[in-house]
T-cell receptor, first 118, second 113 residues
Framework: AQTVTQSQPEMSVQEAETVTLSCTYD???????LFWYKQPPSRQMILVIR??????QNATENRFSVNFQKAAKSFSLKISDSQLGDTAMYFC???????????????FGEGTQLTVNP | EPEVTQTPSHQVTQMGQEVILRCVPI?????FYWYRQILGQKVEFLVS????????KSEIFDDQFSVERPDGSNFTLKIRSTKLEDSAMYFC???????????FGQGTRLTVV
């Protein structure tokens, strides 16, 4: 079974600054995907960024980037130039890779509530 | 842009009553999921559905729960006899391999009184 741990229940950052959210996971799988989802006050779950475990290069999406350390089973999210609209709950999630035609479930961490202050 | 839609957005029901939560996944997607989020807690997997049958379920998904895809577009979650502890946000999601992005609906807030 997989577990995902987010040890920071709450974080805050000043607008325009950079913040890093931590995530660790435990798995015996070799092929998997990692995700960061954002849940704003509307409660909608929105994909922020995804990383394939077989790729050594860290994923980036505009102001969002990850630091993926496979040996350490660590997957942190860096948000640069934080904006007020980044205020949300952020969930780290794990998905097994079970083949090109399979759709495995997501296992989520506990979440980190990020507040961006003006 | 295609999206997953869920109805109703909020449902209040009496303990012991049956409730059906409805979802319309993205039309060409193949895998469908229900997740649950009790207020202030993590999002938990309930069940996945593929090719008109359950492909995986969690220990939460007991005999009180069932899923159905009755007409090729809707995907429903039924709770037969609701308990107070079923109060939560229920999210539907869908996915089409090999794309690993699960698209989520906006959720149904279920309140059991």
């Amino acid at each position: 079974a997989q577990t995902v741990t987010q040890s920071q229940p709450e974080m805050s950052v000043q607008e325009a600054e950079t913040v890093t959210l931590s995530c660790t996971y435990d798995t015996s799988e070799n092929n998997y995907y990692l995700f960061w989802y954002k849940q704003p006050p509307s409660r909608q779950m929105i994909l922020v960024i995804r990383q394939e475990a077989y790729k050594q290069q860290n994923a980036t999406e505009n102001r969002f980037s990850v630091n993926f350390q496979k040996a350490a089973k660590s997957f942190s999210l860096k948000i640069s130039d934080s904006q007020l609209g980044d205020t949300a709950m952020y969930f780290c999630a794990f998905m097994k890779h079970e083949g090109e035609t399979s759709g495995s479930r997501l296992t989520f961490g506990e979440g980190t509530q990020l507040t961006v202050n003006p | 842009e295609p999206e997953v839609t869920q109805t109703p957005s909020h449902q209040v029901t009496q303990m012991g009553q049956e409730v059906i939560l409805r979802c319309v996944p993205i039309s060409n997607h193949l895998y469908f999921y229900w997740y649950r989020q009790i207020l202030g807690q993590k999002v938990e997997f309930l069940v996945s559905f593929y090719n008109n049958e359950i492909s995986e379920k969690s220990e939460i998904f007991d005999d009180q729960f069932s899923v159905e895809r009755p007409d090729g577009s809707n995907f429903t979650l039924k709770i037969r006899s609701t308990k107070l502890e079923d109060s939560a946000m229920y999210f539907c999601a869908s996915l089409i391999p090999p794309n690993t992005e699960a698209f989520f609906g906006q959720g149904t807030r279920l309140t059991v009184v």
